[in-house]
């Protein structure tokens, strides 16, 4: 069936250093991304979100990428914080309502 | 922003019996609410999907007999786990559609315990 995939289980980074959570998905009619930030015990949190029709968006600190062609999603996270130690998630939807999330990194920021 | 408020965030229960799970969309109206599972370092794996005023769609292998959906108002959906097994236990997590924003906006999450 269709899945959404992290390349990366676990990810280390120095404090102040950039990360790059990376994600790949199948499903060729998906047109909605979402990267989520999810802390122990809690929901998932938005951060930033593209569509089909970008390959680049910018937010605070963070920068997700969108490559259509080879199926690829990224995350980069600027001067990563130890507040930015969580489990990350791209999700997507294509063509309908219903997200769709992928396995999860587990990001680690070192002191 | 978009709120939804999950009750409760957590919950004991024994073996057999059946716990319920609400959520409430605080500022705006939810059409449709999405039920996700989550196991421990696992991902969301969504249970069913519910429209208000009309029957979930459960996914592919969710007893609908067991996880019971209501749906009844555009603010309240609720989630009930009949005759709940320690394999039930899990993190239970709701997320709605239906505001302008971001689309999607999350319920801090349920975390239920079977003994």
């Known amino acids: 069936g269709e899945s959404v995939g992290l390349h990366l289980p676990t990810l280390s980074v120095q404090e102040g250093d950039n990360s790059i959570i990376n994600c790949a998905y199948s499903n060729s009619a998906s047109d909605y991304f979402i990267w989520y930030k999810q802390e122990s015990g809690k929901g998932p949190q938005f951060i930033i979100d593209i569509r089909s029709n970008m390959d680049k968006r910018q937010g605070q600190r963070v920068t997700v990428l969108l490559n259509k062609t080879v199926k690829h999603l990224s995350l980069q996270i600027a001067a990563t914080q130890p507040g930015d130690s969580a489990v990350y998630f791209c999700?997507?939807?294509?063509?309908?309502?219903?997200?769709?999330f992928g396995t999860g990194t587990q990001l680690k920021v070192e002191l | 922003g978009a709120v939804v408020s999950q009750h409760p965030s957590w919950v004991i229960c024994k073996s057999g019996t059946s716990v319920k799970i609400e959520c409430r969309s605080l500022?705006?109206?939810?059409?449709?609410m999405f039920w996700y599972r989550q196991f421990p370092k696992q991902s969301l794996m969504l249970m069913a999907t519910s429209n208000e005023g009309s029957k979930a769609t459960y996914e592919q292998g969710v007893e609908k007999d067991k996880f019971l959906i209501n749906h009844a108002s555009l603010t309240l959906s609720t989630l009930t786990v009949t005759s709940a097994h320690p394999e039930d236990s899990s993190f239970y997590i709701c997320s709605s559609s239906g505001h302008s924003n971001y689309g999607y906006t999350f319920g801090s999450g349920t975390r239920l315990t079977v003994v």
């Open positions: 500022d705006f109206q939810a059409t449709t």
């Open positions: 999700a997507e939807t294509g063509g309908g309502n219903k997200l769709t």
